[in-house]
């Protein structure tokens, strides 16, 4: 960590106005944001993603008082970062805490929730438009880079209501909406009593046959409401030519026994996909995915970066190493969410060299934090089910 | 119809509004145009035209008269 010996008030801008930092981070991001996603080696990455993450750190100091105090508190000033793991990761259960905004109220366009069921708290996201598009794009790029630029027959693995709350809008509903980019004629294969609709995806299908058709749902709920159920009614779908993404977390599967093998097994037997993508993200850094390639790494865009940090003493761990995820991203301009702790664990299994050709880190997650709450999007529905 | 028409319909369909008020709408100026909603525009708009739109392009349809540009200059709608 940097030390600072300079005792500034830290409630005191130092800095130009808002709109020249802004300008500065758009300026410093674009080279990492406007690329195909996973182009840039480690080494050329590591330089640009310092400078944009530091201007962009500038912004929020900025603009938001307490993170100002928090940079302060650590004795760390952003324009002496020279690594970008320097840089202080704030925990997402922050955002539980605190109202962390660093926009002018009057630019507020979306607050977005965080999954979590009624006892517990959940994160706020404050989202202005430029944010709000910022994140839509970046999905696009990421995701196009596995599924290829087409939009595609889409069977939502959810009810239609996850839609309808629109005031409260949680994560569940801003995945399935953030996916829905990259669907065409939408079918929900879930009734609101989550039973599923077999007549209605079968229907669907038929007008599809032999294209390729996008599938996306929360893992848990891919699971249980629709290869369990197909189980259970004795049947199959015809989907030999679908892409399966799901993401949202495994807690509740595994406490079920059912690993990543077991899952793609479950849904190769019973709708013939074998093209699965399993994903991770989270509200805080929303539009940020990690997509796992066909080689079941999962992978860290140019506009990303992620870091292991050892448990017990916040050190970085090395590859193979297991430890917390941190996560940064160049996409959160209205919240200060652009260096997080996450309350996941970990392990960096390499760099610029996976088989898939992507460039860049990759890495898989092994689960939650021990003390951390059940929380993941997919287990939300988990935990409130009877 | 012509395909004005069409367009007009598209956005009275998806927010429930009258011709003249869809003609001056932008995203997020009435509640029934959020992002939920916005993709029922698109779907809208897609079965109207018969086009697949790029997921850039959903993103970028901001407005009616933005629509009505892009409608025109990357789809070949007659607009």
């Known amino acids: 960590m940097l030390k600072s010996t300079d005792s500034a008030e830290p409630d005191s801008p130092v800095c130009p106005e808002r709109g020249a930092l802004l300008d500065e981070?758009?300026?410093?991001?674009?080279?990492?944001?406007?690329?195909?996603?996973?182009?840039?080696?480690?080494?050329?990455?590591?330089?640009?993603?310092?400078?944009?993450?530091?201007?962009?750190?500038?912004?929020?100091?900025?603009?938001?008082?307490q993170y100002r105090r928090i940079l302060h508190s650590e004795g760390v000033d952003p324009d002496t970062l020279s690594e970008t793991e320097q840089l202080p990761f704030l925990p997402t259960a922050l955002f539980k805490r605190l109202k962390l905004c660093s926009v002018p109220e009057a630019e507020l366009f979306k607050t977005l929730t965080s999954s979590g069921t009624t006892s517990q708290l959940r994160?706020?996201?404050?989202?202005?438009?430029?944010?709000?598009?910022?994140?839509?794009?970046?999905?696009?790029?990421?995701?196009?880079?596995?599924?290829?630029?087409?939009?595609?027959?889409?069977?939502?693995?959810?009810?239609?209501?996850?839609?309808?709350?629109?005031?409260?809008?949680?994560?569940?509903?801003?995945?399935?909406?953030?996916?829905?980019?990259?669907?065409?004629?939408?079918?929900?294969?879930?009734?609101?009593?989550?039973?599923l609709q077999a007549e209605a995806v079968e229907s669907f299908l038929s007008r599809h046959l032999g294209e390729r058709v996008l599938l996306f749902g929360f893992t848990y709920m891919v699971w249980q409401y629709l290869v369990e159920a197909l189980r259970r009614l004795g049947r199959t779908l015809p989907l030999e030519r679908g892409i399966l993404i799901h993401g949202g977390g495994w807690k509740s599967l595994?406490?079920?026994?059912?690993?990543?093998?077991?899952?793609?097994?479950?849904?190769?037997?019973?709708?013939?996909?074998?093209?699965?993508h399993d994903y991770y993200g989270m509200a805080e850094q929303s539009g940020t995915v990690y997509v796992e390639c066909e080689h079941g790494h999962l992978h860290v865009p140019d506009f990303a970066q992620i870091f292991i940090r050892d448990p017990h003493d916040f050190g970085l761990c090395g590859r193979g190493e297991r430890g917390i995820v941190e996560v940064c991203s160049l996409l959160p301009r209205s919240y200060p969410g652009h260096c997080l702790l996450t309350e996941d664990e970990g392990v960096l299994l390499g760099e610029d060299d996976c088989p898939c050709g992507r460039l860049g880190r990759y890495f898989k997650i092994c689960g939650r934090l021990p003390q951390s709450e059940l929380r993941g999007c997919s287990d939300t529905y988990a935990a409130t089910a009877p | 119809m012509d395909n004005l028409e069409k367009y007009t319909q598209a956005f009275c369909e998806a927010f429930e509004v009258e011709?003249?008020?869809?003609?001056?709408?932008?995203?997020q100026d009435i509640p029934a145009w959020d992002s939920v909603g916005h993709m029922g525009l698109i779907s809208c708009l897609e079965d109207a035209f018969d086009i697949v739109m790029d997921p850039a392009d959903i993103i970028e349809l901001g407005s009616?008269?933005?629509g009505r540009t892009m409608l025109r200059d990357k789809y070949g709608v007659q607009l």
């Open chain 1, 25 to 65: 981070v758009r300026r410093l991001a674009a080279p990492l944001l406007e690329a195909p996603p996973f182009t840039l080696n480690g080494q050329h990455k590591s330089a640009l993603f310092t400078k944009a993450l530091r201007a962009l750190s500038r912004l929020h100091a900025y603009s938001c008082p």
């Open chain 1, 123 to 195: 994160s706020q996201i404050f989202l202005d438009k430029e944010s709000a598009q910022l994140q839509q794009r970046a999905l696009i790029r990421t995701v196009s880079s596995f599924i290829g630029p087409a939009r595609l027959p889409l069977l939502i693995l959810d009810c239609p209501s996850v839609l309808k709350n629109r005031e409260n809008f949680a994560a569940r509903t801003a995945g399935v909406l953030g996916f829905s980019l990259f669907g065409r004629e939408r079918c929900f294969a879930l009734n609101d009593d989550m039973q």
């Open chain 1, 254 to 276: 595994r406490a079920h026994a059912v690993d990543e093998q077991a899952f793609k097994a479950g849904v190769l037997e019973r709708t013939g996909i074998s093209e699965v």
């Open chain 2, 19 to 27: 011709p003249e008020q869809a003609k001056n709408l932008k995203y």
């Open chain 2, 64 to 66: 009616f008269d933005l």
